[in-house]
């Protein structure tokens, strides 16, 4: 089952192409000429990620440096996955192969955050695995596992941020449910079950925690489970998880701000310190922008061909980090394996983004 989720994203694309290379919608291109100050939306490639490919959520580390793993090969490999670090400027540095992934199954890894001491939360899709990588030492082990729910397809970890308290949420595309991991790691809770989070085949994706607003953001690629009746529209939700913004405790239910266009497939996304969203259209091939109250403000990367003036069009653009003025995107090419697209790409946004929560029990052991 986990291996038809993994991989019926390259049909689905496919319909994505017909469906939307048919309208007469038209995004303008990020600009091809690079200034000194960089208009925005003005992008470039940061580096090129060799076999196995397929980088996913690239992570801008507090140390300056920037982290990445390899996604799911969608017509299959036998390559382990693996994690590199980059400089800011895009040299490669180092890279660790992950260990014990099942190699005759969709195998596929996401740098998601980064403990109070600086080591890597990765995400190992194939087993439901939540591995800590140790940089200094290049140590790995399991902090935790999340596992099968009734009804559901397999648990396919996404996307994590840390809450003020030390627990991990993390996001789960195969089922519909938001898990929480005690400080110190262990074992995974089921933190939130809603059908809203029943994306069929395209489930949840990007998570953030913000906690002035003491709550969760998390972004849905579609409703196929039924949960929303616009079924081929992702959303953005908020789930407070203290108490709300007067005082009182919230009830567990997400309240929608944003619904995408048709078959965007929104994948990660970041805040600006505006307030402005940034989020990967992975259906779409395009970087949307909405305003602090979530209204549309503009695309970049023309509609399906992802065109931007760099080199490198958007071709499954996977997540949105800040580093600076701009955000960095990890092209993904899952439809096409084009290997030439396989990049992390560096584009121009005009203003820095909301820092990375990482409160100083994150990985830390239970007192």
Known sequence: MRSRVLSVRRAAATAVLLVVGASAL???????????????????????????????????????RVYAGTFSNPRGDAVPSVVREWTRGGTLLRSW???????????????????????????DKGSGRILMLDIRTGRWWTYAQVRDVPGGAGPIPNY???????????????????????RGGDRAWVFHRDQKLDGGTFGTTGIVYRPQQQALYVMQQSSLGLG?????????YRLFIGEDPNGDVAPPS?????????????????????????VALAGTNQIAVLDKHYRPVRKIGALVSGDNGSPVPFDTPSNV?????????????????????????????????????IPESAGRPRR
């Open 160 to 182: 994590a941020a840390w809450g003020r308290d030390g627990s991990l949420y993390v996001t789960d595309y195969g089922q519909p449910v938001i898990w929480r991991i005690p």
């Open 228 to 236: 929303e009746p616009t079924v081929a529209q992702g959303k953005l």
């Open 97 to 123: 192969t992950v260990p014990g992934q099942d190699l005759t199954q969709p195998h596929g890894v996401q740098v998601a955050t980064a403990d109070a001491r600086g080591r890597l939360m990765v995400l």
């Open 254 to 278: 997400l309240d929608r701000l944003w619904t995408s266009g048709l078959l965007d497939l929104p994948d990660g996304f970041s805040f600006g310190e505006s307030g402005n969203v940034y």
């Open 26 to 64: 038209v995004a303008t291109p990020a600009s091809t000429v690079a200034r000194p100050d960089r208009e925005v939306g003005h992008t470039k490639v940061l580096a090129l990620v060799e076999a196995p490919g397929y980088p996913a959520n690239v992570f801008r580390h507090p140390n300056g």
């Open 321 to 357: 980090t800040f580093a600076g003025e701009s955000v960095l995107v990890a092209n993904q090419s899952y439809l096409t394996g084009t290997e030439a697209h396989h990049a992390i790409l560096d584009v121009h946004v005009g203003e820095s983004g909301v820092p990375v929560y």
